[in-house]
């Protein structure tokens, strides 16, 4: 069953921090965090200190939460994250970064992952002039991002644009409006990933 705006607010305040899952309102007044900095509950200031494997579980729910991933979803990308040569958390960060979903969010054609995944099972998005309806495809470099000719299409990238939701574009994307085009000129770092999450908990939570 699909989670409520109420529900994915209560996430938020939990987390103690802006995911951003609900797009244009989590920069207004109506974000979950700007209204009550303190997390949900009767009895939230009698809680306990939060263990280590508490903190470790809040890092990765927050990781998979601020991605719109399943359980299986994540453990495969930390698994192919292992694969790689390298840091395992940073090779994790990467991966969610290149993710299709995570690119258009990135670029601002849509106002939040969750609108991305539906731009893209939808048909909206192009890669390389082709349509590309998996949300968790994996860019490389080189790649162009585009939005459909049809009217519909360009409709939802320009009025998430004009929303003004993105932030800085990071160095290893290109982004042009007219029309939204987005290409892929590196890969992200970890410099790049301006979620406040410890993906060195992350690592240790999943190689329990």
């Known amino acids: 069953m699909a989670r409520t705006?109420?529900?994915?607010?209560?996430?938020?305040?939990?987390?103690?921090?802006s995911l951003h899952i609900k797009g244009a309102?989590?920069?207004?007044?109506?974000?979950?965090?700007?209204?009550?900095?303190?997390?949900?509950?009767?009895?939230?200031y009698?809680?306990?200190?939060?263990s280590?494997?508490?903190?470790?579980?809040?890092?990765?729910?927050?990781?998979?939460?601020?991605?719109?991933l399943s359980d299986r979803q994540f453990r495969r990308m930390y698994d192919t994250a292992m694969r790689m040569a390298g840091?395992?958390?940073?090779?994790?960060?990467?991966?969610?970064?290149?993710?299709?979903?995570?690119?258009?969010?990135?670029?601002?054609?849509a106002p939040s992952c969750n609108g991305s995944r539906q731009m893209i099972a939808h048909?909206?998005?192009?890669?390389?002039?082709?349509?590309?309806?998996?949300?968790?495809y994996l860019v490389k470099k080189g790649d162009v991002i585009t939005v459909h000719k049809r009217e519909r299409s360009q409709q939802l990238a320009k009025?998430?644009?004009?929303?003004?939701?993105?932030?800085?574009?990071?160095?290893?994307l290109e982004r042009s409006e007219e029309p939204p085009t987005g290409r892929v000129v590196g890969m992200p770092t970890r410099d790049d990933v301006s979620l406040p999450v410890n993906e060195n908990l992350v690592v240790e939570f999943c190689s329990r």
């Open 87 to 109: 840091n395992t958390g940073a090779n994790l960060l990467q991966l969610l970064e290149r993710r299709l979903m995570s690119v258009v969010a990135t670029l601002g054609f």
């Open 52 to 68: 280590d494997y508490g903190l470790k579980l809040r890092e990765t729910q927050k990781l998979k939460r601020a991605y719109g």
């Open 5 to 17: 705006y109420k529900s994915f607010c209560k996430l938020c305040r939990r987390e103690g921090v």
């Open 46 to 50: 009698r809680r306990q200190k939060v």
């Open 123 to 136: 048909g909206h998005v192009l890669v390389n002039g082709r349509k590309v309806s998996t949300p968790s």
């Open 25 to 44: 309102n989590a920069f207004s007044a109506k974000c979950a965090v700007k209204r009550r900095e303190y997390p949900p509950g009767q009895h939230v």
């Open 159 to 172: 009025r998430s644009i004009d929303i003004g939701l993105q932030g800085r574009t990071p160095a290893w």
